[in-house]
Every structure is written in C-alpha cells, then in structure tokens.
Antibody
C-alpha cells in the first residue's frame, strides 16, 4: 500500500552529520516530490525543503541552506536527508512527506525519525 | 516565531463548534497561495486534514471545513467529538522565503 517508511532513531554528537532515509512504496515514485519537515520536542513543524525525483531538483529552506542535502536512489525508491554540523537544537523528530502537487503540502507521511544531538 | 500565526489553544464542549484562525501576510496567504491544515496526535505524524483552502481528503469527516480570505484562513469543526482533541497546524507557501511555512499550532481541548 501507499506508504513512506523512514530509518530508525539516531544519536549524534555536536558537529557530526546524520542521514535519514525515506523509502516510498505503493505509488509512482517519480511523480511526487518528497518534503522533509522536523519537529523539536514540544514545538511546531519546521520545513527543511524538498527533492523532486523526476529531475533531481531540490529546494531548501533558507535557514538550512549549507547544512542540508537531499538525495535519492530511484532504483530503491528511497530519498535521503543529510544534515551536517549538528547542534543540540537540531534534536527533533524528522518526517518525510509526499507532495500533494503544489510543492509545499504533503498528503502521506513517514512515521518520523528521532534524531538526538548530545555530547 | 512562526510565519503564520495561530492561537496556542482553543477549547469546546462535545457537540459544539470551534474555529481555529491562521493569520499570514501578503507574502504567503495573501499572495495567492493556498492554505492546508494538518491534525497531529501526540507521538504521531501530521495528517492532512484540509488542502487547497477547503478540500477534504478521502476519509476526513465533513465536520471539518476550511476557508481563506485575503491574509487569513480558518479551520472550523462542528459537532466537536472527544477524538478531535489534537494539535492543528496551518501551512502555506511564502514568496519571500521561497518555501513552505507553518503556523505554530493550536491545541484543541475537548472539555
């Protein structure tokens, strides 16, 4: 069925990098962009950007440019989100979401991946 | 500080009607961009509740409705039920930021 399945939780030290994966199934992977959104503990939703599997184009949120990289593997229908130079305030649950067609909304979401940054 | 402004909390008794507001600017809601609404339960991913200002995905009860005018949008829930207790987020696109933006979220308590 239509779903996005994310990789498991990660614990990183400040200054390190983290990779979170999002594997799609149940639909035509190349027809929909994939967004990344994060949520710090007790906080709201924060958009990181999206990648378009059709042409490998990406749009990153201004506040994350230079630290975030989104890539994909079309053979496994998997999207990756790398975040570098991690800080304690990057501790959050990271979600991937399938674009609804307007390049900012998402209709199907992954289960979330907890990333903890601590020394 | 979120780009879209929502009240932190609203409440209502079962059966009542509640409205959650979402206020933006001419760079987002007033700039021709649609608003979407999400419902989120603790420990879960957001769920798309309303898209394109007023459209409900399949499976969303018609108790939920949305509207937008100029730089503001609203989510209305009629016939409030205990299972509606959740956090609700609005979302749009922002021309200046060149990307998606969210409201800070509104915690709905069913009394």
């Amino acid at each position: 069925q239509l779903q996005l399945v994310q990789s498991g939780a990660a614990v990183k030290k400040p200054g390190a990098s983290v990779r979170v994966s999002c594997k799609a199934s149940g639909y035509d992977f190349t027809n929909y962009c994939i967004h990344w959104v994060r949520q710090a503990p007790g906080q709201g939703l924060d958009w990181l950007g999206f990648i378009n599997p059709r042409d490998n184009s990406r749009i990153y949120a201004q506040k994350f440019q230079g630290r975030v990289t989104m890539t994909m593997d079309t053979s496994t229908k998997t999207v990756f989100m790398d975040l570098s130079s991690l800080r304690p305030d990057d501790t959050a649950v990271y979600f991937c979401g399938r674009d609804i067609g307007d390049y900012y909304g998402a209709d199907v979401w992954g289960q979330g991946t907890t990333v903890t940054v601590s020394s | 500080q979120s780009v879209l402004t929502q009240p932190p909390s609203v409440s209502g008794a079962p059966g009542q009607r509640v409205t959650i507001s979402c206020t933006g600017s001419w760079s987002n809601l007033g700039g021709g961009f649609d608003v979407h609404w999400y419902q989120q339960f603790p420990g879960a991913a957001p769920k798309l509740l309303i898209y394109g200002n007023r459209n409900r995905p399949s499976g969303v009860p018609d108790r939920f409705s949305g509207s937008k005018a100029d730089t503001s949008a609203s989510l209305t829930i009629i016939g409030l039920q205990p299972e509606d207790e959740a956090v609700y987020f609005c979302q749009s696109n922002d021309r200046s930021l060149n990307g998606a933006v969210f409201g800070g979220g509104t915690k709905l308590t069913v009394l």
